[in-house]
């Protein structure tokens, strides 16, 4: 992810933007930290993904940021590193859609879980 997403503060450096702030809340600079993070959407989309993940699998997780943006880094849980991906596709494609995010959304995407 360092060099693939384009969040605004990085087009703002380019010179393609003329101003940075996140998608979603309008207020701090879209690193990839607030954005998927920090950002008071995404923090909230992370509490009822955890939630969410709870009531399928009957396992609590507690995201970090780390977990977040690499991944749990242990071999035997594939599935909520595979969820992880998909929602951070998902934040991904709110922004691309002018949306903000949802748990809702997130199960009635176009991204199947």
């Known amino acids: ?3 693939i997403l384009y969040t605004n503060s990085k087009l703002h450096k380019i010179g393609y933007i003329a101003d940075y ?3 979603f809340c309008k207020r701090e600079s879209e ?4 954005f ?7 923090i909230s989309f992370w509490k009822d993904f955890e939630f969410f993940y709870l009531s399928l699998t009957k396992q609590q997780i507690n995201l970090n ?3 977040i943006l690499i991944g749990l880094l242990t071999p035997e849980l ?14 991904w494609s709110c922004r691309r859609n002018k949306e903000l995010p949802s748990i809702r959304g997130f ?4 991204i199947k879980v």
């Open 31 to 34: 690193t990839k930290q607030h």
């Open 107 to 110: 199960k009635s995407s176009q």
């Open 1 to 3: 992810m360092n060099y």
């Open 21 to 23: 702030p996140c998608s």
């Open 65 to 67: 940021l780390k977990d």
């Open 36 to 42: 998927f993070y920090d950002c008071s959407y995404s």
């Open 78 to 91: 594939p599935l909520p590193n595979y969820l992880l991906l998909i929602g951070k596709i998902y934040l």
